[in-house]
Nanobody, 125 residues
């Protein structure tokens, strides 16, 4: 069984910082891309940042220079460091893994489109 478990959300004042974490659990042996999405009330879910297994990153324009995505491949964990937070960053943040490979009973399987449970980030004074 593969799960993504997030942590690190909360309430922060404008200009503050938060760090989100997302750990993938299970007998995983390969993950390519890992990403963070967010969904604000009455808005569509949007891609915030993505990182490949090799460390290449991409960000949506509104967070460039403020957010940093990173990962620890040994721990199957992705992070999102969010600095200079703005009220418009308020949303539920979700981590996503489009594809991974894992073992069941010693046999390899490929799993698709995993999501974390979501963590609320609120930026308000």
């Amino acid at each position: 069984q593969v799960q993504l478990v997030e942590s690190g959300g909360g309430l922060v004042q404008p200009g503050g910082s938060l760090r989100l974490s997302c750990a993938a659990s299970g007998k995983i042996f390969s993950i390519n891309a890992m990403g963070w999405y967010r969904q604000a009330p009455e808005k569509q879910r949007e891609l915030v940042a993505v990182i490949t297994s090799g460390g290449s990153t991409n960000y949506t324009d509104s967070v460039k220079g403020r957010f940093t995505i990173s990962r620890d491949n040994a721990k199957n964990t992705v992070y999102l460091q969010m600095n200079s937070l703005k009220p418009e960053d308020t949303a539920v943040y979700y981590c996503n893994v489009p594809t991974l490979r894992y073992y069941i009973g010693g046999f390899p399987f490929t799993g698709y489109n995993y999501w974390g449970q979501g963590t609320q980030v609120t930026v308000s004074s």
